[in-house]
């Protein structure tokens, strides 16, 4: 079975501009979360989605924002782009959402420079 | 306010001997943990999980060890191999009633000497 994809891998941006990424969940997997990580500050929960709803959102600014799809692949977008957004952005799918016990599987994550 | 602390960055350790990486946590609402281990230029990878109804956990070279009353969790691996090398992140579900599904660890960088 094939892994978490995320595209693309790498992306370089300068300030100002919108930037979106794609992650596409284990086949069957219906639960796909967003995470930025930067150096020192571990995983920072974005958002998580299930059935095309977003059910979760972390403390960050409304330029980021999220959708999912009825295949359960999802897209993250950052807007009007600024330095500090420079971090690996990874996304995680879990068979279903709203459960305690449920473990979530990685992408390998899209390197975002931004200039 | 970091909910999921892993306070030492680094830690290095002779291989065949054991590695042991802490968690401490701060939410009595977390009821179930995780660790993952990180290559670079790679997702986290699931490792092992314990739920707060246990103590103990284990997966061959790997056992997580739960302290409830001391919010601590610590992974155990024995004995520490080379490949092992990686960035350990420990990870807390904070359930249908917290806002975050998982609160991660600012992470532990484990390097075994050969």
């Known amino acids: 079975k094939a892994g978490v994809t995320q595209t693309p891998r790498y992306l370089i941006k300068t300030r100002g501009q919108q930037v979106t990424l794609s992650c596409s969940p284990i086949?069957?997997?219906?639960?796909v979360s967003w995470y930025q990580q930067t150096p020192g500050q571990g995983l920072q929960f974005l958002f998580e989605?299930?059935?095309?709803?977003?059910?979760n959102k972390g403390n960050f600014p409304g330029r980021f924002s999220g959708r999912q799809f009825s295949n359960s692949r999802s897209e993250m977008n950052v807007s009007t782009l600024e330095l500090g957004d420079s971090a690996l952005y990874l996304c995680?799918?879990?068979?279903?959402?709203?459960?305690?016990?449920?473990?979530?599987?990685f992408g390998p994550g899209t390197r975002l420079l931004v200039l | 306010d970091q909910q999921v602390k892993q306070n030492s960055p680094s830690l290095s350790v002779q291989e065949g001997r054991i590695s042991i990486l802490n968690c401490d946590y701060t939410?009595?609402?977390?009821?179930?943990f995780l660790w993952y281990k990180k290559y670079p230029a790679e997702g986290p990878t699931f490792l092992i999980s314990?739920?707060?109804?246990?103590d103990k956990n284990e997966d061959g070279r790997f056992t997580v060890f739960l302290n409830k009353s001391a919010k601590h969790l610590s992974l155990h691996i024995v004995p520490s191999q080379p490949g092992d090398s990686a960035v350990y992140f420990c990870?807390?579900?904070?359930?249908?009633?917290?806002?975050?599904?998982?609160?991660f660890g600012t992470g532990t960088r484990l390097k075994v000497l050969a």
């Open positions: 995680a799918s879990s068979l279903r959402a709203g459960r305690t016990q449920e473990t979530q599987y």
């Open positions: 086949s069957g997997h219906r639960s």
């Open positions: 989605y299930f059935s095309e709803t977003q059910r």
């Open positions: 939410n009595s609402m977390f009821d179930y």
């Open positions: 314990i739920s707060s109804i246990k």
């Open positions: 990870a807390a579900s904070a359930g249908l009633s917290g806002t975050y599904k998982y609160i």
